[in-house]
């Protein structure tokens, strides 16, 4: 839940500077991208997963030192964004995200996701409150 709650938020602060709504996690460089889409929140949430990798690739047998590409690409088109029936206050819309991966000398693969979210509508502006 707290993922995705930042990942959006990331997507609302773009939309909101007029920056459209795609940001890139790069987790071998530890870049997120554009810069704007930078913040205490999105750095928390690429340092929370460069926290887990390690637990996950050692359930995993993997080497995470064999990674050579690892990185996320989220967004959403809010001008698409509508008002589902009977619920005037909520907007729907889809995030897209696709990871792209490289170990060990291989043929990088890559990860296509997509998923409808609903939100409040004035959660366009304000974001999506923190879940306590």
């Known amino acids: 839940m707290k993922s995705g709650r930042i990942a959006v938020n990331v997507l609302i602060d773009l939309y909101n500077l007029g920056l459209g709504s795609k940001t890139t996690?790069?987790?071998?460089?530890k870049t997120i991208q554009p810069d704007q889409a930078e913040s205490k929140e999105s750095r928390?949430?690429?340092?929370d997963?460069?926290?887990w990798l390690p637990d996950h690739f050692?359930?995993?047998?993997?080497?995470?030192?064999?990674?050579?590409?690892?990185?996320?690409?989220?967004?959403?088109?809010f001008e698409k964004a509508f008002s589902p029936p009977r619920m005037n206050d909520t907007i729907e819309f889809t995030?897209?995200?696709?990871?792209?991966w490289k170990a060990d000398e291989k043929d990088e693969q890559?990860?296509?996701?997509?998923?409808?979210e609903l939100i409040k509508k004035n959660?366009?502006?304000?974001r999506?409150?923190?879940m306590k």
């Open 128 to 130: 999506i409150p923190e």
């Open 58 to 77: 050692a359930n995993h047998n993997c080497d995470l030192t064999k990674l050579e590409i690892l990185e996320t690409t989220i967004w959403t088109d």
């Open 44 to 47: 928390q949430l690429l340092n």
């Open 49 to 51: 997963y460069l926290d």
């Open 25 to 29: 996690f790069d987790f071998i460089n």
């Open 123 to 126: 959660f366009l502006k304000l």
């Open 95 to 100: 995030v897209n995200a696709v990871t792209k």
């Open 110 to 116: 890559t990860l296509e996701i997509s998923q409808t």
